[in-house]
């Protein structure tokens, strides 16, 4: 018997086009699993109406209400268990998670990094990458572990620097990939595809042709 796979829970701080996307395939059917709940850190962001239009469930943990970065992380890991979620996707979500929710899902947090990890971790990656002179930047999936930006890479995908790029244009580049890498992992995750191997992620079935680039 087939299992039928866990919801999962989408993590956000800001206006979720990359929450639309899973949103979107979630709708088709494309992304093989249920978003259970929408958790934003903050109220009044977009990605809260995106849920909303698409009547998923959605709660804020608000950051500020909470006097450590362990009982925030609690506190978020409480709501998704609530909501049945088995997995967590940080789409945009700008908080780092305490190592207790590496115990609570493990090998089960998916982020997204707007760069080819090891370089340019942190908040400020497509300034970086611009303020550093590349050529190629691009896109990171990967599985969430105790430091940041520094798991297990899913897949990742190239994006070409443009002489004329700022952070607006390459960024807006950067996201038309994100938009379909992040529901292609989270479907593979969603499927049991993903087998994690120290650093390395295995994929089950073909790799997807952006991993092998
Ligand atoms: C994405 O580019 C992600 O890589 C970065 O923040 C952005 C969030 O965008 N960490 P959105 O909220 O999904 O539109």
Do not use: Y
């Not at 979720?16 to 903050?42: F, K």
């Not at 925030?72 to 945009?92: E, H, I, K, P, S």
């Not at 080819?116 to 990967?142: D, I, K, M, N, Y």
Request: charged letters at 20%; aromatic letters at 4%; proline letters at 6%.
């Amino acid at each position: 018997m087939t299992k039928t796979p866990s919801p999962i829970a989408v993590l956000i701080s800001g206006s979720g086009s990359n929450l639309q996307a899973l949103l979107d395939a979630a709708e088709t059917g494309d992304l093989g699993c249920d978003i259970a709940v929408v958790i934003s850190d903050r109220s009044g962001v977009g990605g809260l109406d995106r849920a909303a239009r698409a009547d998923v469930p959605t709660e804020v943990v608000a950051w500020s209400a909470f006097a450590t970065r362990a009982a925030f992380t609690d506190a978020v890991c409480d709501a998704a268990q609530r909501w049945g979620a088995g997995g967590m996707v940080l789409a945009g979500f700008m908080r780092i998670l305490a190592p207790s929710a590496m115990e609570r899902f493990p090998n089960a947090i998916i982020n997204l990094h707007p760069a080819l990890l090891p370089s340019f971790p942190g908040a400020r990656a497509v300034e970086q990458a611009l303020e550093h002179g590349v050529s190629l930047t691009g896109v990171t999936v990967h599985f969430v572990d105790e430091q940041v930006d520094h798991g297990p890479i899913i897949a990742q995908e190239a994006v070409a620097v443009l002489p004329d790029d700022d952070a607006e244009t390459l960024h807006a580049r950067i996201q038309n990939v994100e938009h379909t890498l992040l529901p292609t992992c989270v479907a593979a995750f969603a499927r049991g595809d993903l087998v994690v191997e120290g650093r390395h992620v295995r994929w089950r079935q073909t790799p997807i042709a952006a991993r092998s680039q």
